[in-house]
Nanobody, 122 residues
Framework: VRLVESGGGLVQPGGSLNLSCVAS????????MRWLRQAPGKEREFVAG???????SYATSVKGRFTISRDNATNTIYLQMNSLRPEDTAVYYC?????????????????YGQGTQVTVSS
């Protein structure tokens, strides 16, 4: 799976940004896709995730402010980030899970993008 992220940048507190990530897989099904982030000096953490069936989950810290969506036809996920705070500053990474093998006995492979910087500052 090849992952291409876009949409990061500098925004003032209270502002909005929209991230996107396209997952390209030649032969296999792209299963779960997620956004993770890593702030300076901190460990990488989960932000939001979405399955092909549309099951969505959010970290408590972003619930109500961020919205994840997915286009299954293009294996693209989006992260609409509103009411941004300085503590949202981080490198945001796209994650995709690729499913191989028989449906009755799948094998999963995990892939991560290069990351896109989001800076929230006045």
């Amino acid at each position: 799976v090849r992952l291409v992220e876009s949409g990061g940048g500098l925004v003032q507190p209270g502002g909005s940004l929209n991230l996107s990530c396209v997952a390209s897989s030649d032969y296999y099904r792209v299963n779960l896709m997620r956004w993770l982030r890593q702030a300076p000096g901190k460990e990488r953490e989960f932000v939001a995730g979405v399955t092909p069936a549309g099951d969505i989950s959010y970290a408590t810290s972003v619930k109500g402010r961020f919205t994840i969506s997915r286009d299954n036809a293009t294996n693209t996920i989006y992260l609409q980030m509103n009411s941004l705070r300085p503590e949202d500053t981080a490198v945001y990474y796209c994650h995709a899970q690729e499913q191989r093998g028989r449906p009755s006995l799948p094998t999963y492979y995990e892939y991560y993008g290069q990351g896109t910087q989001v800076t929230v500052s006045s």
